[in-house]
């Protein structure tokens, strides 16, 4: 099982930027599809973005061109950079580590865009 703790969280104005980090350990990290959910009050925890192993990326379109999601296999760190935040981005976000049966989460950190 892999342990995740996730930082870089905060409170940032609308049209700015924010760059998260996970940092994971106890399992063989570059195995592991690692993702980034997040969830709003009232809402569904949501994908925001994925990348596998070899760097195969995938995005929820309310972020595309806005998010880039990125891993260090040597670092066993996963990040996600924020651009052009929206108020609507406002959510706690976790990472997620998954195999097949198995699935990792972090404790999350909040992100907030308000001016």
């Known amino acids: 099982q892999v342990q995740l703790v996730e930082s870089g969280g905060g409170l940032v104005q609308p049209g700015g930027s924010l760059r998260l980090s996970c940092a994971a350990s106890g399992s063989i990290f570059s195995i592991y599809s690692m993702n980034w959910y997040r969830q709003a009050p009232g809402n569904q925890r949501q994908l925001v973005a994925g990348?596998?192993?070899?760097?195969?990326?995938q995005y929820a379109d309310s972020v595309k061109g806005r998010f880039t999601i990125s891993r260090d296999n040597v670092k066993n760190m996963v990040y996600l950079q924020m651009n052009s935040l929206k108020p609507e981005d406002t959510a706690v976000y976790y990472c997620?580590?998954?195999?097949?049966?198995?699935?990792?989460w972090g404790q999350g950190t909040q992100v907030t865009v308000s001016s």
């Open positions: 997620n580590a998954y195999l097949p049966g198995r699935s990792s």
């Open positions: 990348i596998t192993g070899t760097g195969i990326t």
